[in-house]
């Protein structure tokens, strides 16, 4: 898991302000994911992509975009849309189908704080 | 879609004794089911998961059971330590292939204290 690194580790948004979360990964696997996770609840699925230019929403989507432009980043778009963006977002990545196998551990990254000013 | 509901919300127990965390998951297609430990702002890591063609799984003092037909499975953490202590959260994955490839449903999460 030490080959996934988000930045920055605290953001903090202006009401009105749309902020970008970054997740690199350098393990070579296709498939990436953005999760929030907020007290006392577990991971929510934000939106995932299985490879480079596709990617579906998860659970929560609203208020937020990504791009999946290349390999190694999957960059997250809180957008002033989302009411409600003060969260710890976490990104990961795992194999993808290439491996043939969907049951495959997700590494997980650092995290970001968001916090709203 | 999936749910899955994780009890209880904290546990706590002493230095060596067992410690039991329950899931339950809604939709029976679901056949992959991981563990995840969080230890205070630190990132969830993998510590133990089972196939849905597999009954119990072990891993030294950590093990999980599967119950297929009533839709829940356990993770059980023998002899804890204080090292132990941190946020528990299960999952499951629904093997549809295609785009839900790799999609896990998460529990809500079980924060663990364990006493000297």
């Known amino acids: 898991d030490g080959g996934i690194t988000q930045s920055p580790k605290y953001l903090f948004r202006k009401e009105g302000q749309n902020v970008t979360l970054s997740c690199e990964q350098n393990?070579?696997?296709?498939?990436m994911y953005w999760y929030r996770q907020d007290p006392g609840q577990g991971l929510r699925l934000i939106y995932y992509s299985q490879i480079v230019n596709d990617f579906q929403k998860g659970d929560i989507a609203e208020g937020y975009s990504v791009s999946r432009e290349k390999k190694e980043s999957f960059p997250l778009t809180v957008t002033s849309a989302q009411k409600n963006p003060t969260a710890f977002y976490l990104c990961a990545s795992s194999i993808g189908p290439t491996s043939g196998d969907p049951q495959e551990t997700q590494y997980f990254g650092p995290g970001t704080r968001l916090l709203v000013l | 879609g999936e749910n899955v509901e994780q009890h209880p919300s904290t546990l706590s127990v002493q230095e060596g004794d067992s410690a039991v965390i329950k899931c339950t998951y809604s939709?029976?297609?679901?056949?992959?089911f991981p563990w995840y430990k969080q230890e205070l702002g630190k990132r969830p890591q993998l510590i133990i998961d089972?196939?849905?063609?597999?009954g119990e799984k072990k891993d030294q003092r950590i093990a999980v059971t599967l119950n297929k037909t009533a839709k829940h499975f356990s993770l059980h953490i023998t002899e804890t330590q204080p090292e132990d202590s941190a946020v528990y959260f299960c999952?499951?994955?629904?093997?549809?292939?295609?785009?839900?490839?790799?999609?896990?449903?998460f529990g809500q999460g079980t924060i663990l204290t364990v006493h000297p």
């Open positions: 089972i196939r849905s063609n597999v």
């Open positions: 999952a499951a994955q629904i093997n549809a292939g295609g785009t839900s490839y790799g999609k896990l449903t």
């Open positions: 393990l070579n696997h296709d498939a």
């Open positions: 939709d029976s297609a679901s056949n992959y």
